[in-house]
T-cell receptor, first 111, second 115 residues
Framework: QKEVEQNSGPLSVPEGAIASLNCTYS??????FFWYRQYSGKSPELIMS????GDKEDGRFTAQLNKASQYVSLLIRDSQPSDSATYLC???????????FGTGTRLQVFP | DTGVSQNPRHKITKRGQNVTFRCDPI?????LYWYRQTLGQGPEFLTY????????KSRLLSDRFSAERPKGSFSTLEIQRTEQGDSAMYLC?????????????FGPGTRLLVL
């Protein structure tokens, strides 16, 4: 059973701080990794995709991938109250096009 | 692009009834996916299509569930003889294969409540 693990939280950070979200996955053959943000009652929206080891930055967001450790993370700099949501880690295996999601980490950014 | 659209947005039905949901993918996207999400969980894969061909179906998917994409454009997901455990958000996503970017784009979802 291929799995994606996330701490469910909530992760509470003050406005302006860095929020660090972590995810581990079980399938060593996984090639594609995604972070989605989901507001309550809404559908997931893409924050970042990453395919190779290292860091990928997009504005206030940085995704980090370490395939040897089977670990992917998302850093949110200068966190805003509007960043308060559930962040879903999703992984795509090398033998399938389906996404396997973690249960999500709930982030709360307080003023 | 107008994005992925799903209809209806909400559906309330009684146990034992059949329901059908529709998904219209982003124009030109040849791959279309169905997921189901329950409260506190991440989306769970159900099935996906490339054009009109159904390429993969979850082994956990009951025979009461069937999906079609007859002309390779919109797709329908039917649930027969609904059960209370079918209550969930049903999400559709699409993407264009063959690109380096493999992101799946999600629609707004159809929220099903089975009484």
């Amino acid at each position: 059973q291929k799995e994606v693990e996330q701490n469910s939280g909530p992760l509470s950070v003050p406005e302006g701080a860095i929020a660090s979200l972590n995810c581990t996955y079980s399938d060593r053959g996984s090639q594609s990794f995604f972070w989605y943000r989901q507001y309550s009652g809404k559908s997931p929206e893409l924050i970042m995709s990453i395919y190779s080891n290292g860091d990928k930055e997009d504005g206030r967001f940085t995704a980090q991938l370490n395939k040897a450790s089977q670990y992917v993370s998302l850093l949110i700099r200068d966190s805003q109250p509007s960043d308060s949501a559930t962040y879903l880690c999703a992984v795509n295996g090398d033998d399938t096009d389906k996404l396997i999601f973690g249960t999500g980490t709930r982030l709360q950014v307080f003023p | 692009d107008t994005g992925v659209s799903q209809n209806p947005r909400h559906k309330i039905t009684k146990r034992g009834q059949n329901v059908t949901f529709r998904c219209d993918p982003i124009s030109e996207h040849n791959r279309l996916y169905w997921y189901r999400q329950t409260l506190g969980q991440g989306p769970e894969f159900l099935t996906y299509f490339q054009n009109e061909a159904q390429l993969e179906k979850s082994r956990l998917l009951s025979d009461r569930f069937s999906a079609e994409r007859p002309k390779g454009s919109f797709s329908t997901l039917e649930i027969q003889r609904t059960e209370q455990g079918d209550s969930a958000m049903y999400l559709c996503a699409s993407r264009l294969s063959g690109l380096a970017e493999e992101t799946q784009y999600f629609g707004p979802g159809t929220r099903l409540l089975v009484l």
